[in-house]
């Protein structure tokens, strides 16, 4: 039996923006922790990887496509039972090609996200994620009912806090 990791594993995760505010988002495929929960797209960095450059790696491998440039946007840290995992999230609206399976996993791409169930710790970004894509959305996060991730760290401060 193996232990789990002791510090934080740097998990980068891609969010594919249209014009419209259409997110890209991907069902995760049998035999991973979580399988057929929702996430976007992404992976685990490798040792002595840029953190942008195991952005693209990820989807390449997963969905075939390349992705031009991104912005590093948010970082949530989240403690799961299979890992601790420190997730940089990246907003991207330039790539090049059209998403395909290449892990034979489902994908859609999403206005008002439907599809569940959801990884955990990505929940609370889309709350956050709505104020990126429709800036005129009223934020619904009031501090009395702000989802309950103490690890969050909202976007405003996080890019310098990873
Ligand atoms: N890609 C992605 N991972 C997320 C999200 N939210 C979230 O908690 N995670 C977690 C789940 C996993 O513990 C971890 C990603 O690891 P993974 O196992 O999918 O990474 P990988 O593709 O490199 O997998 P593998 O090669 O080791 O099989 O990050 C998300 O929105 N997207």
Redesign the pocket.
Known sequence: MHEAKAGP?D???GILMQPNGDVL??Q?PA????AGY???????VEAGEDLFAALQR?FV??LGLEVISADEWCG?E?V?E??H?R?H?FISRAWRGEPQSMEGQAFAWQGAVGVAP?????IP?LEWLDQVRYPAYPSVIASDDAPDTPAAIPPASASSAL
Do not use: Q
């Open positions: 594993i998990v980068v995760v988002l991907g995760r035999g991973k922790p979580y929702w996430e976007f797209p992404g992976g685990k990820e491998e997963e949530v989240h799961y299979h890992a995992v997730l999230f959801l990884l955990p710790a990505t970004l």
